[in-house]
């Protein structure tokens, strides 16, 4: 795939800034915009526009193709169901929703538009994840009633 991806992201704390690091070092992808209601002062961000809500950055028409959502967890319906109005493809980090309703809108207009959702939970492939799922599937543990 020769074209260049290009993103967005709403949220630029610690999560939204390690989506951006990761999108600038890959060459398929471009960051156009940051979208987060407290100034990003960085030198590092500087060339990239900035703006203070999502209405905002899509008014300034740039176009971008997948959103990324960082933002606090309740705000992330309400930023995916927006993108979606847009036609952008959606990365959100999790949860997806609050709500199983808010989940289920999200993923009804994406299918009704043709756009996809991209949901990240990184913890499921990780070493000690898979190291626990495999102890409690092999009843090694016995039988398992609450974890906290």
């Known amino acids: 795939m020769s074209e260049i991806i290009r993103f967005a992201i709403v949220g630029f704390g610690s999560i939204g800034r390690r989506h951006a690091e990761l999108i600038c070092k890959n060459e398929a992808a471009e960051l156009v915009a940051i979208i987060d209601t407290a100034t990003v002062k960085s030198i590092l961000w500087s060339n990239i526009p900035q703006f203070s809500s999502l209405h905002d950055f899509f008014r300034s028409k740039i176009a971008t193709d997948v959103v990324v959502i960082a933002s606090p967890n309740g705000l992330h319906a309400e930023h995916a169901l927006e993108a979606i109005n847009y036609n952008c493809h959606i990365l959100i980090e999790k949860p997806l929703a609050l709500t199983v309703l808010d989940a289920?809108?999200?993923k009804q207009k994406a299918l009704d538009v043709g756009l996809k959702i991209f949901p990240?939970?990184?913890n499921r492939c990780s070493p000690s994840s898979i190291w626990i799922k495999?102890?409690?599937d092999s009843r090694m543990l016995g039988e398992i009633f609450i974890v906290q």
């Open 104 to 106: 289920r809108k999200i």
């Open 134 to 136: 495999d102890l409690i």
């Open 120 to 122: 990240v939970v990184q």
